[in-house]
């Protein structure tokens, strides 16, 4: 078996397909008639992803981190409004928050879905709550149903419902409660960077709405703000496009092959006592982003570091800890939410997690041999812990 990162450097799969998209856009372009314009590529692009989706428009740009800005400027946030996240998260989400002008308040995590804990964003939720901007962790889509009715129970004590802004760049192709995740919230933000579900030539995004005046602004702000408002270049290129066409037409089937992977894995490690596998959601499909596995609580830290060490030096497995809280990570988050920001489930279950590559080009047989090393290792680890 070759070894496996525990992230790989590219998240699905390029056939020829997308290099004949390329090669195609390339040529077509070499005509100085024609050159490198986005246009018609780009909206066949968004047409087809607004129809995946379900969603009634689509708006796409050059990378996700780009797009979840301008969605946040598009609250057009004053001093002191408050955009609330999940405390386990990428930092990139909660810098958006900062960027923006926000206010971020972060909530505690459900420890076994590590989405955000429904019943605390109601507890924390205040007449400055702009926003909810939820984070479909590692493939497994947030119960939006849930988070709606916990912000709209507070309504007496708040001047309008915070909207809730989706942060589904590790679920593209997800289905959630009420079908397709991009289709039930106010905005939604994909990301087709090179490490996701589906790449547009390493980066690139794409945000779906419902509501014609936000895809009107998006629109607008990529583009200069089209000599109406402020904007720049956040355009997404010709051949992104062009290959996200392709991309898209293959997700489905780079996701079936992920998610048959993840589920044999943990027929595999079902006996294993000391892990706590990814979970299922009965109408919430888990596309396994990342295969997450937790550790007993008193394994927390050194001993869950113990197995992520012996994967990778005895087995050649790497894995990653996605994600811990973003104030322990990024320093400027720290600061921003006072210096000593404490959300107990979310660092505990931070200490516990591990997670071992998937990819959906890997073989049946490398699944099973990575399985029988996570195996190995936490009986390993188990075992020199009882000799002490």
Not at 161 to 175: E, F
Not at 253 to 258: E, G, H, K, T, W
Not at 375 to 381: K, L, M, N, P, Y
């Amino acid at each position: 078996m070759r070894g496996w990162a525990g992230e790989p450097a590219l998240g699905g799969s390029y056939t020829e397909a997308e290099v004949e998209a390329v090669v195609e856009a390339l040529r077509e372009s070499m005509d100085p008639r024609i050159g490198f314009r986005a246009k018609e590529r780009e909206v066949v692009f968004e047409d087809a992803f607004a129809t995946y989706t379900g969603a009634r428009f689509a708006v796409a740009y050059n990378g996700a981190g780009t797009a979840l800005d301008m969605v946040l400027r598009c609250l057009d946030l004053a001093p002191g409004d408050e955009v609330m996240s999940g405390a386990l998260n990428f930092v990139g989400t909660h810098v958006s928050v900062l960027g923006q002008g926000g206010r971020l308040v972060l909530a505690e995590v459900d420890p076994d879905t590590l989405n955000l804990d429904a019943a605390d964003v109601g507890r924390r939720s205040s007449a400055r709550t702009r926003a909810v901007l939820v984070t479909h962790m590692n493939g497994l889509p947030a119960d939006l149903d849930a988070l709606t009715r916990a912000v709209s129970a507070g309504a007496d004590r708040l001047p309008g419902t915070p909207v809730l802004v989706v942060d589904a760049a590790r679920a593209c192709g997800a289905i959630d409660g009420a079908g397709p995740v991009g289709a039930s919230a106010w905005a939604t933000v994909f990301s087709f960077q090179s490490k996701k579900l589906m790449t547009t030539l390493g980066e690139g995004g794409m945000v779906t709405t419902d509501d014609a005046a936000l895809a009107g602004r998006l629109r607008r702000l990529r583009s200069f703000g089209k000599n109406t408002e402020w904007g720049s270049n956040y355009k997404m290129t010709k051949l992104q496009a062009a290959v996200g066409l392709v991309q898209l037409g293959r997700l489905d089937a780079m996701n079936d092959r992920r998610i048959a992977l993840a589920r044999r894995r943990n027929q595999l490690l079902a006996d294993v006592p000391e892990l706590t596998l990814p979970p299922e959601r009965a109408g919430r499909g888990h596309l396994y982003y990342r295969y997450v596995l937790l550790v007993p609580a008193d394994w927390a830290g050194v001993r869950r570091d113990a197995v992520i060490w012996r994967l990778a030096q005895e087995h050649g497995i790497g894995s990653v800890i996605a994600d811990p809280p973003t104030y322990w990570t990024h320093p400027g988050i720290r600061a921003h939410l006072g210096g000593s920001p404490s959300f107990p489930v979310a660092e505990l279950t931070a200490r516990r997690m591990l997670c071992p590559a998937l990819h959906p080009l890997m073989s049946d047989d490398d699944n099973r041999l990575i399985a029988r090393a996570i195996r190995e290792s936490v009986q390993h680890v188990a075992t020199t812990t009882r000799a002490r």
